[in-house]
């Protein structure tokens, strides 16, 4: 019923800029959070940063300062602006939602990932 489509990854040089984009669409009634999470060969997933519907923010330690989220609510798009990559940023990120169809059901929804890869 809700699908979650994720852009913008790519290669950039360390230091560099993306901006990561991930389009909700379907049956959505409201998105109440939603998140970026990464996962690199090996790792586990973690959580890259978070928003609720009103707007409150909260990031992992090792992208505060450099990692901006925000989302449109009319729009229901999330972005997450990079910024002074690392090679350690280097990773598939995923959205995430958590989000209530037009018919009442809440659930989790995920992305299929896209991949930024931060390398000279």
């Known amino acids: 019923q809700v699908q979650l489509v994720e852009s913008g990854g790519g290669l950039v040089q360390p230091g560099g800029s993306l901006r990561l984009s991930c389009n909700a669409s379907?049956?959505?009634?409201?998105?109440?959070?939603s998140g970026w999470y990464r996962q690199a060969p090996g790792k586990e997933r973690e959580l890259v940063a978070a928003?609720?519907?009103?707007?409150?923010?909260i990031y992992a330690d090792s992208v505060k300062g450099r990692f901006t989220i925000s989302r449109d609510n009319a729009k229901n798009t999330m972005d997450l602006q990079m910024n002074r990559l690392k090679p350690e940023d280097t990773a598939v990120y995923y959205c995430?939602?958590?989000?209530?169809?037009?018919?009442?059901?809440?659930?989790?929804?995920w992305g299929q990932g896209t991949q930024v890869t931060v390398s000279s």
């Open positions: 379907g049956s959505i009634f409201s998105i109440n959070r």
């Open positions: 995430n939602a958590l989000a209530h169809t037009v018919v009442g059901g809440l659930y989790n929804y």
């Open positions: 928003i609720t519907s009103g707007g409150s923010t």
